[in-house]
């Protein structure tokens, strides 16, 4: 059956409905005591035509998306139209047809008996026609909702964005409004550093598993300073991107807090974040457009946590990673933002995972919502093997050492690190510079205990004549 055949089929029911309806309330208003059968027709065939006038109503839309949506939900149902349209036509052949040649539609009704209608030898054949009937509106109804569910969802969301089209040069103004820091240089400095084939003892841990398949909410991994955190975030960062590639509604941001800046990250966390799932949305959320349009610079916490709802109900799931919370200015307040998004129950859909030192405060905060993994462990010591491996033996500054002076360094840097990965680095960093072989081996027996003492070191050996510019440069930090 073509598309108007179809329609034309829905009219028709809709038509014979409108009779039996037209009947029952005749019967029902004409006769004392009128059998209470006929009410219970009267409902379920007013209840046909409802659900029939919603698929009328999608065909003869002037919009073009939710029409055609009419014209393929009418094609999927012929079978169940054309069967209630049979058992329309039964039910309505119980009942006499009325006299047109009365003179008034009064005398008409007082003309009616239920002689005439004989309705105790028609009462089970119409509660047959009834259930039959029944059958094919719940199919119908059915039909209708599964057709209908993701094009509705479609267009909520088309509501929530703006009305008008929106330039490419007007969607970039808002996302630079939004934008007050750019964490991406942190992040492209972090993922240069990533030794191929470290990390993986994290994506692989049944914590990380759980957090990304949505049964655990929040994950917070804590180490000592230079445990590669940083790095690690940045891995992480880019095995979320991956993952949500090849699940269709879902996204992801990262931010990194960065001591330099000296400055609070809660509202600039915010606004990157939020800025992030715009451009994946392709389009600026009405309440987030609202916000511009005011012209306001400063927004407080509340508003963006209300635009980072506008932006995040376009996804089934969010993943949110923050690196080095303990680096933020004022980090109580990103702490308490972090309890907002896991309690607010518009914001259900986000995953969060953070780094940070294992610092008192943030322990305290953090233990009651999120799933602690310490970097404390033996497969951090393996990454740092990976890493000093991989360090001699691609680097150049360490292709013209012997093999055996690789395998003592390695042994010893190995050794030495004890969970530091920055410290590793800072140690192939001096020992690239040396130039001898006595000179690295002597290197190699005093080697610094700790970061601090290794900064030390490096400041130490910094010539004379560029000492007074180094120092200025680190007071402005």
């Known amino acids: 059956m073509d598309p108007l055949s179809a329609a034309a089929s829905v009219i028709a029911v809709v038509q014979i409905a409108d009779r039996i309806i037209d009947l029952c309330r005749a019967y029902i208003t004409g006769v004392k005591d009128a059998p209470a059968e006929l009410r219970a027709i009267l409902i379920e065939v007013g209840s046909v035509k409802c659900v029939l006038e919603v698929i009328e109503l999608l065909d003869t839309s002037g919009e073009a998306e939710i029409a055609f949506q009419g014209v393929e939900i009418l094609e999927k149902l012929q079978g169940p139209l054309e069967g209630c349209k049979e058992a329309l036509n039964s039910l309505e052949g119980l009942f006499p047809p009325q006299s047109e040649n009365a003179a008034t539609r009064k005398r008409k009704r007082l003309a009616i008996s239920l002689t005439t209608l004989a309705w105790p030898f028609k009462r089970e054949k119409a509660f047959k026609l009834l259930e039959e009937i029944g059958r094919h509106k719940s199919t119908i109804a ?68 759980d957090w990304k398949s949505g049964r655990s909410r929040f994950i917070w991994l804590h180490g000592i300073p230079g445990a ?42 915010l606004r990157w974040v939020i800025s992030e799932l715009c451009r994946k949305i392709g389009g600026i959320p009405a309440r ?12 407080v916490e509340g508003t963006l946590l209300s635009m980072l709802e506008a932006a995040a109900e376009n996804f089934s799931r969010v993943y949110i990673t923050i690196d080095a919370l303990d680096e933020s200015a004022n980090r109580e307040h990103l702490l308490k933002l972090l309890h907002k998004i896991v309690r607010h ?51 150049p500054k360490f292709g013209r050492w012997p093999e055996s002076l690789k395998s003592e360094t390695e042994a010893a840097l190995v050794k030495g690190a004890k969970g530091m990965f920055r410290w590793a680095f800072c140690q ?18 005093q080697l610094p205990k700790t970061l601090d003492e290794t900064y030390e070191r490096i400041l130490c050996n910094i010539p004379p004549e560029s000492q007074n510019m180094v120092y200025r440069t680190l007071s402005l930090v």
Request: net charge negative.
């Open 142 to 209: 059915l039909g209708l909702t599964t057709e209908a569910a993701q094009d509705i969802k479609h267009i909520r969301k088309n509501v929530e964005k703006i009305g008008e089209a929106m330039t490419e040069a007007e969607m970039t103004k808002v996302l630079k409004w939004l934008v007050t820091t750019d964490p991406s240089p942190n992040h492209n400095n972090a993922c240069e550093l990533h030794e191929d084939h470290t990390g993986q003892w994290l994506t692989n841990s049944p914590e990380y598993v």
């Open 228 to 269: 590669g955190k940083t790095v690690l975030h940045s891995f992480i960062a880019e095995d979320v991107k991956r993952h949500c590639r090849g699940i269709e509604g879902s996204s992801c941001a990262f931010y990194y807090c960065y001591f330099a800046r000296n400055q609070g990250e809660t509202t600039h966390f």
């Open 288 to 299: 987030i457009h609202t916000q511009y349009k005011a012209g306001l610079g400063h927004l």
């Open 345 to 395: 129950t518009k914001l259900g859909n986000i995953q969060l995972l953070a780094t940070s030192r294992k610092e008192l405060d943030i322990e305290s905060a953090l233990s009651p919502i999120a799933t602690g993994l310490s970097l404390s462990n033996p497969y951090v010591d393996k990454d740092i093997t990976t890493y000093v491996k991989g360090r001699l033996r691609e680097d």
């Open 428 to 445: 192939l960093d001096i020992l690239k510079r040396l130039h001898t072989l006595p000179e690295i081996r002597l290197a190699l027996t």
